[in-house]
């Protein structure tokens, strides 16, 4: 078993930055690779940028060169979020994979034009 827990979300202007953080304990030594989805309201959740234990990175084309993951993958990752849009508003979810996924319990990020 795998517990995350996300922190750093909030309410913020356009053009305004927050940074998530996830930990990760429990089992992690068999963490494949760590990361964020996002879920907005009536729409499903999908990827935002995951993170390999070797250091891969990759991302959703929506964020992609406005958005930085990092972390090691292993216990902890991170999303640096610049720029924000109120479309990026969302409930953002850390995932961490074991051979399922095990996800946190989310964290809201409200843009406001």
């Known amino acids: 078993q795998v517990q995350l827990v996300e922190a750093g979300g909030g309410l913020v202007e356009a053009c305004g930055s927050l940074r998530l953080s996830c930990a990760a304990s429990?089992?992690?030594?068999?963490?494949?690779?760590m990361g964020w989805y996002s879920q907005a309201p009536g729409k499903q959740r999908e990827q935002v940028a995951t993170?390999?234990?070797?250091?891969?990175t990759n991302y959703a084309d929506s964020v992609k060169g406005r958005f930085t993951i990092s972390g090691n993958a292993k216990n902890s990752v991170y999303l640096q979020m610049p720029s924000l849009k109120p479309e990026d508003t969302a409930i953002y979810y850390c995932?961490?994979?074991?051979?399922?996924?095990?996800w946190g319990q989310g964290t809201q990020v409200t843009v406001s034009s």
């Open positions: 995932i961490a994979w074991v051979i399922k996924a095990y």
């Open positions: 429990g089992s992690t030594s068999g963490i494949d690779y």
């Open positions: 993170i390999s234990r070797r250091g891969i």
